[in-house]
């Protein structure tokens, strides 16, 4: 379950007394792993996996309560602001218009505020990324929020360093905001950390493989993309038709030169390592085929039907993750086509890759591996965030395949189908299962996270107030107990 569908006041999920609060319905439950989506801030599309920085935290689930316990906000400001009418769906429209201007009287009130200064420069000496971040968005804001290839100063685009001086200075105050804004986050998640490391619960982090063209990341280091003179993708990422889309799923990120990657120690993605391991105990990587082969479309093209798979860097670069992060516990998002070619890639890797539950059952899917056919090194889960919810899954299925998964799961109607679907995947052989929120709580398909390739409506989902219920809590933990887990 995603921070931000957590139940708040504020319209979204926050690091704040509900994360504190579902930690301790964990623990209560017998869990051990608490799996989020990627925390950056999020732009157009409101993706966590299409953001403007792969080292910023999103300032949407920065805790307004604790900024007011702290006296850098006052409950009346927090109050005034319409979050959204529906605490079941995110309205981003809503937070888009009113969290910064929250965010900033929190600001303004930090500078007169014994401590805060001293605590930002600290942020700041320590996370040298933030100064291309703030200044990033700071620009964006300038220019009415345009991608940096719309940039209308030339110098700004390629990074001109009088260029860069002179904004830099006109925009002061709107850089030191964006600063300020990581810093509460990261204090807040540091907080929330400790807290859960407390209580035995172990987080596991979301990195996406890719990074978006419109970030920080690709403005600041053109050189590890695949970019044309002017700056532009020449290519797109994506796959190619699947289980999800007949059209494939046109991702649109730029893509990575390994070689000049590789050139400089595979810099750019040791970085992001080193930051995400100080965040999350173990990191799922997504998309983890794409570091064996990808698959790349030509730059303006309608859909992912007609692109190619490239090799990527394979075994050199893991080895070279490995040789730098060796006590980091990985899992190898590996979904997607499978051959040969991936299959030895990711056992030659070393980490556990991914098995999903629903596809076993839905002859839809290629796959004909069965639960009881799961290897130990792998992480079993009912579905992920891109799978329908258990209960919407079960409902979609062909009488055919239905009738399967109640002969394997041991069920005979469907409302019992979804614990049933739970109770088999506790009882594989996998060293680790997850299941979705929204299975725990047997939701329909309304609540699923995402529809990839679907425009508007996604990662909108928020569990009500109440839902982990303490009855809940006892059911799962005596599930888990009885599965041996």
Known sequence: MHIASLPSPYGIGTLGKQAFDFAEFLRKAGQKYWQTLPLGPTGYGDSPYQVFSMYAGNPYLIDLDTLIRERLLKKSEAEAVSWGSDPRRIDYGAL???REPVLRKAFARSRSLRGMGAAVEDFRGQNPWVEDYALFMALKQCFGGASWLLWEDEGL???DEA????YRERLREDVEYHVFAQCCFFRQWARFKAHTAALGIRLIGDLPIYVS?????VWSQPRFFQLDQGLRPLYAAGVPPDYFSEDGQLWGNPLYDWDALK???YKLWMDRFRAASALFDVIRIDHFRGFESYWRVPAGAKTARNGEWVPGPGLDFIHALKANFPETEIIAEDLGEQTPGLAEFVRASG???IKVMQ????????TTEMPHSYPRHCVCFTGTHDNDTAAGWIKALSPRDARLAGAYLGFGRKKDAVWALIRGGMTTAADLFIAQMQDYLELPTGCRMNLPGAVGGNWEWRMLPGENSA????????LTRVCQR
Request: without cysteine.
């Open 351 to 353: 980490f556990p890759g």
């Open 96 to 98: 888009w218009r009113g």
């Open 263 to 265: 050139a400089e120690g």
């Open 163 to 166: 260029a860069l001086a002179r």
């Open 359 to 366: 596809f076993a059952f839905d002859s839809a899917e290629s």
């Open 471 to 478: 009855g809940l809590a006892r059911r799962i933990a005596y």
């Open 157 to 159: 685009r390629r990074r």
């Open 213 to 217: 063209s419109d970030s920080a990341d």
